[in-house]
């Protein structure tokens, strides 16, 4: 009789909780026997362990071999479990030493001809298995995703053989190592936005406090090249953020690339997307979009043609900065804090409040278009902003090029550090304590506060929402204190575009 145990980790959403792999070998007729809520994939792994084990020139031992993943409460799938089952086989048996199994932990997909081959979600396995003090063994193709948790121990190895003889101590496994860095193209540019000062000075509050923005206007003012000049105003993620931002990537089931580390993400989904796009699910469940752009940007285009399922799924995270999926069972925590951008038309032809007098659409026609957007979604919005067609001299090839992103950033990263110091987070998400510390208005701010709020019919979150942007423009000012000046901008945010009074 014989008994082995192998540690390894399972997948639940960025989690990596420990699974204990336990292999016994008993007498009676030979068979493979798996349990402890395998999956599918999991329960074929008897077959490819078997082929790998004798392509290695190892025995497969001809006994009644059970093997239980451990907790069996927790559901297991995938194939990052066959590397540890051949383990805890080869050590049962006794063709390898089961002592050098602890210490260390174990993931893997195996070949039939003994291969490593890489599995998803290594990233949130190597930061779980360095808090539990061990070492992880991962396949070669995913050390360089392995080698981004440079506080952690991680080696890799590219066959069952190879795995066996670092055990062994016949040759010394490699530490994983981050992928050679390749030039990656830089972000879009705001010295190519020609006009539009407004709308700039926007994308510039709503960077330096994290605020969320939704641009209306007419087809081609430039909504979507503002847009996508935002991540280039952002300073770069921290460690922590960027090991964020890759676990997600790294359980999505498309990978992290090591090359835009961090990088902040931009995610521009196709308004066609569905809510489970949006929100993330399937079995198990896996991120969606918003998650996806954790720490980064979720650019939502054409806003108002989106389904009002999926865009309701965005009020909680835009709270909370986390979603929770359910499915068939299971749920899966994911985080969510990103800073959205929304852009839509005034109207449904687009050119309501254009000067051209061509908008045809009737009043009716207009609140309808409007009303496909909730107002808790939009008093989620920190910021609207209407635009306006730009003139053609504007647009003139000879003319002066503006403000440049890295001029911009140097603002923005100046108040972003006056926020962290004086509350440890950015205006955006200051909570009520927060608010009552942080924006503080004097007399005469407080009077234009509520005459605002009469007038425009604010509800409470949509004031506070008008402070935390009041501070920011403040940040921006490098003002002690929110000036009458700086909230009565605030307030120009809130005004609704034409058409919006639904």
């Known amino acids: 009789m014989g008994l082995a145990l192998v540690h390894s980790r399972a997948r639940a959403g960025v989690a990596a909780p420990p699974v204990q792999v336990e292999v016994h070998l008993s007498g009676g007729l030979p068979s493979t026997q798996i349990v402890g809520l395998p999956a599918a994939a999991v329960r074929e792994s008897r077959d490819r362990v078997r082929a790998a084990i004798?392509?290695?020139?190892?025995?497969?031992?001809q006994r009644r071999i059970t093997i239980n993943l451990a907790p069996a409460d927790l559901p297991k799938d995938g194939g990052r479990f066959d590397l540890p089952i051949a383990l805890g086989i080869l050590a049962a048996s006794g063709q390898i030493d089961r002592d050098a199994l602890a210490g260390c932990e174990f993931l893997g997909e195996l070949g039939l001809t003994g291969e490593l081959r890489p599995v998803d979600g290594v990233l949130p396995a190597v930061l779980a298995a360095a808090r539990d003090g061990r070492r992880?063994?991962?396949?070669a193709g995913s050390g360089a995703e392995a080698a981004l948790a440079r506080q952690a121990e991680a080696y890799v190895a590219r066959t069952l053989l190879e795995t066996c003889a670092g055990l062994d101590g016949r040759t010394?496994?490699?530490r994983a190592e981050a992928g050679t860095d390749a030039a990656t193209a830089p972000p879009p540019d705001m010295a190519d936005v020609r006009g539009q000062a407004q709308a700039r000075r926007a994308l510039e509050i709503a960077a330096a406090g994290g605020h969320h923005l939704l641009m209306?206007?007419?087809?081609?003012?430039?909504k979507t090249l503002l847009a996508s000049r935002l991540p280039g105003l952002l300073p770069e993620a921290s460690e922590a953020e960027a090991l964020e931002t890759a676990a997600v990537a790294s359980i999505s089931g498309r990978g992290?690339?090591?090359?835009?580390?961090r990088q902040r993400p931009w995610r521009t989904?196709?308004?066609?997307?569905?809510a489970v796009a949006l929100a993330g699910g399937g079995s198990p469940p896996r991120p969606g979009e918003i998650s996806l752009a954790h720490n980064g940007v979720l650019f939502l285009d054409e806003l108002p043609e989106w389904s009002r399922a999926a865009l309701e799924v965005l009020r909680e995270p835009l709270e909370s900065g986390r979603i929770t999926v359910s499915r068939a069972g299971r749920s899966a925590e994911f985080p969510a804090r990103f800073q959205l951008v929304a852009a839509m038309n005034p109207c449904p032809c687009g050119w309501a409040g254009d000067p051209s007098a061509r908008c045809r659409c009737t009043p009716d026609r207009i609140r309808q278009y409007w009303s496909r957007l909730s107002g808790p979604l939009l008093d989620r919005i920190d910021l609207h902003l209407a635009m306006a067609r730009l003139p053609p001299q504007a647009l003139r090839a000879d003319a002066p090029p503006g403000e440049s992103s890295a001029a911009i950033r140097q603002r923005v990263h100046a108040a972003r550090?006056?926020?962290l110091e004086r509350g440890g987070q950015l205006n955006a998400r200051l909570d009520a304590p927060g608010l009552a510390h942080a924006c503080r208005l004097d007399p005469a701010g407080q009077q234009l506060l509520?005459?605002?709020a009469d007038r425009l019919q604010l509800t409470a979150r949509s004031l506070h929402r008008v402070l935390r942007v009041a501070r920011t423009i403040a940040d921006l000012d490098d003002a002690a204190a929110i000036a009458t000046a700086h909230l009565a901008e605030a307030l120009g945010y809130r005004t609704p575009p034409p058409g919006a009074d639904h």
């Open 54 to 61: 004798l392509c290695a020139q190892f025995e497969y031992p």
């Open 136 to 139: 992880l063994v991962v396949p």
């Open 172 to 174: 010394a496994l490699p």
């Open 216 to 222: 209306s206007g007419p087809p081609g003012c430039g």
């Open 256 to 261: 992290f690339d090591p090359r835009h580390w």
């Open 269 to 274: 989904p196709h308004h066609g997307a569905s």
């Open 417 to 419: 550090l006056c926020q």
């Open 450 to 452: 509520e005459q605002a």
